[in-house]
């Protein structure tokens, strides 16, 4: 028996949602071509019968489906590095000549109409700041522009949040139309990575599990989690070479990227998995019991999704992001959990088709560090830079293989979340050494193997 559609799971994007997505709440944000999104790629057959991904205008009637269900081998996207969607001078400048000052003024007679509460004004402003700082490091001649425009179209996203709160279900699909926030996303994070210090480890793989997910295989990325950006570093480095991974992942995610203001915008652009970290689960010992039951629900969707095959999670079993060491200073991957990580392979042995589990390894924490302590409020400052990232995989790890000599079911989960872990760090120390070192594609070993994809 096939699953459902995955829209039909949990409801798709919210039609609702999306609507009032549509309605810019500023006038002088109104038109599609201020929001500068990039086109949402669609998969079209030319004459000799391949597939090849396409950039769709932004806001353009018509079109068709959203492309397979599985990626198509080969498929390339049709601007390179997102050159065609952040080109400036925005066209909005030119005919409203806004400028830095009047975006700050336009924050604060939002505020003082009541429009915007006071914590997300004052933090919009201090991204802004913040934000145009980072931009202006990249040496791009339109990135005063790009800076701009990108600050425009989240300000006003977090202004009609406010007045139209979003909430997220259980499993959300990105929303990409008719405003399409996983481009928004893409765009905004683009300019804040050096793509020149940059690097991918053993890109073949997500070749190979591309491969799988063609076969209705599942596949789950057990990764560290550094900052609210990481899907987009994810997306940003693997763009080029396998689009369809980009597009389709989905993240298991944690409460705040979708209830912080300046950070839902962003979230709404990812397909999420929305569940209460353990790390939160105690912060208010009254919402305790609603945060088990809402846990619940986000699992049988997971379970739902893993039954209907080709699905691609990324989740973090240390149940958050990665902090330096007080002592030291020194940035490390956060052990995992062996429950977190317990739970997800049952979940994909569970789901009756064949899974693979692959340890993923992220370094991005200098584009924007989390707060150097666990916060229990929301709506936390964000320091933000220009820097070389990097993202590595290595090869699938088989709970079978790594167990097999163990003497009971405990020892063999622990064991199991050990490696993973090992494997982790020993990819986040290749990347920090080749971006942090200047040793670059020299600081390999025998199982990883560095490049730049873009290129």
């Known amino acids: 028996m096939h699953a459902p559609p995955l829209v039909a799971l949990a409801g798709g994007a919210c039609p609702g949602a999306a609507a009032a997505a549509a309605a810019s709440p500023l006038p002088w944000l109104a038109s599609p071509r201020a929001a500068i999104l990039a086109a949402p790629a669609r998969l079209l057959r030319s004459r000799r019968g391949a597939l090849r991904l396409e950039a769709k205008a932004a806001w353009r009637a018509g079109g068709g489906g959203r492309g397979p269900r599985v990626p198509a081998k080969g498929a390339v996207l049709a601007s390179y590095m997102g050159a065609e969607e952040v080109v400036g001078p925005s066209p909005l400048l030119d005919e409203e000549g806004l400028d830095d000052e009047e975006l700050i003024l336009h924050i604060r007679k939002e505020l003082e109409e009541g429009n915007l509460p006071a914590d997300v004004a004052s933090n919009l402003e201090e991204l802004y700041y913040n934000y145009k700082n980072a931009v202006l490091q990249t040496g791009d001649p339109n990135a005063y522009e790009i800076m701009l ?5 989240l300000f006003d996203r977090v202004l009609l949040d406010v007045q139209n709160p979003f909430t997220f279900p259980p499993y959300h699909k990105a929303i990409r139309e008719p405003f399409d926030y996983y481009m928004f996303g893409q765009n905004y994070i683009r300019p804040l990575v050096d793509f020149r210090n940059s690097y991918v480890g053993n890109i073949s793989l997500f070749h190979d599990m591309e491969e799988k997910l063609r076969q209705g295989h599942n ?3 057990m990764s560290n989690h550094q900052t609210e950006a990481d899907p987009a570093i994810i997306a940003l480095l693997l763009e080029k070479s396998n689009p369809w991974i980009c597009e389709n992942i989905v993240y298991v995610a944690g409460d705040r990227v979708v209830t912080d203001l300046l950070c839902k915008p962003f979230s709404m652009g990812r397909n999420l998995i929305c569940v209460y970290s353990k ?5 208010y010992p009254e919402l305790i019991e609603m945060k088990r039951k809402s846990n619940t629900r986000s699992l049988k969707e997971m379970a739902l999704l893993l039954r209907g095959g080709s699905q691609l999670i990324w989740i973090a079993p240390s149940g958050g992001r990665d902090r330096p060491d007080p002592s030291t200073g020194e940035w490390y991957p956060a052990p995992f959990d062996s429950s977190s990580v317990d739970n997800m392979r049952r979940l994909l042995e569970h789901a009756g088709v064949p899974g693979h589990i692959y340890p993923l390894s992220l370094l991005c ?9 666990v916060e229990k409020e929301i709506g936390e400052q964000r320091v933000i830079s220009f820097h070389g990232v990097g993202l590595s995989v290595t090869e699938e790890i088989k709970y079978g293989d790594i167990t097999a000599h163990t003497k009971n079911a405990d020892e063999g989960r622990e064991l199991f979340t050990d490696t993973l872990y090992s494997s982790v760090v020993n990819q986040y120390n290749v990347l920090k050494s080749a971006i942090f070192r200047d040793r670059g594609a020299a600081a390999l070993n025998t199982a990883i193997s560095l490049s730049q994809p873009w290129r």
């Open 149 to 153: 425009s990108n600050m425009m179209a």
């Open 279 to 283: 790390k939160h689960m105690n912060d």
């Open 219 to 221: 596949v789950v990325l």
């Open 365 to 373: 924490y200098e584009v924007m560090p989390p707060p150097q302590q």
